[in-house]
């Protein structure tokens, strides 16, 4: 009888500490949730943001409903990179758009519709990644030969012919605050997972 007792009684310790070192485990596990919650919010919201591309002005290097992975944090527009903006025109209140950028502050920008040729500095942009040559926009040529200035970036689509662009009156120049990050991949649809 002592050694059902015994057993008995070392049965109930074993259950209590059983029942104690899961909900520390659990507690630990909820820690770790909570921080990495945590840390992912702050990512998202001061390094980098998730952000959809709507239209096709940017076709054919993004596509409507293209997700993007922004850089925020410490980003100074340069030539050539595909950033996203706020600016408030047209139907575009409060919605992100999505450009390349042509000129910084300083160039000077030249669009010669003849040729369908960009020049920067009076050098001819290589621009492999447009989808067409250009044409006179159905607004007239708008900005066709202006210097950027300075804290401020001009910026076009790559596809020209269908963009509201810096060419377009109602939106012209860009001021760089205005500028949320650099696009820096396509997350999503996967077929177009792509580093930018």
Known sequence: MLTHLKWRSMLQVLWHSKKHVVKVDLYFWLQALVAALITLILLFTFVGRIIGVDGDSMYPTLHNGDLLLLQSVGYEPKQGDVVVLTKDFANYVGQPIVKRVIATGGQTVDIDYT???????????????????MKVPNYGEGVNHVTVPEGCIFVMGDNRNDSADSRYPSIGIIDTRSVIGRAVMVLFPFQDFTLL
């Open 115 to 133: 040729t369908g040729t960009v020049y920067v500095d009076g050098t001819p942009l290589e621009e492999d990644y447009i989808k067409e040559a």
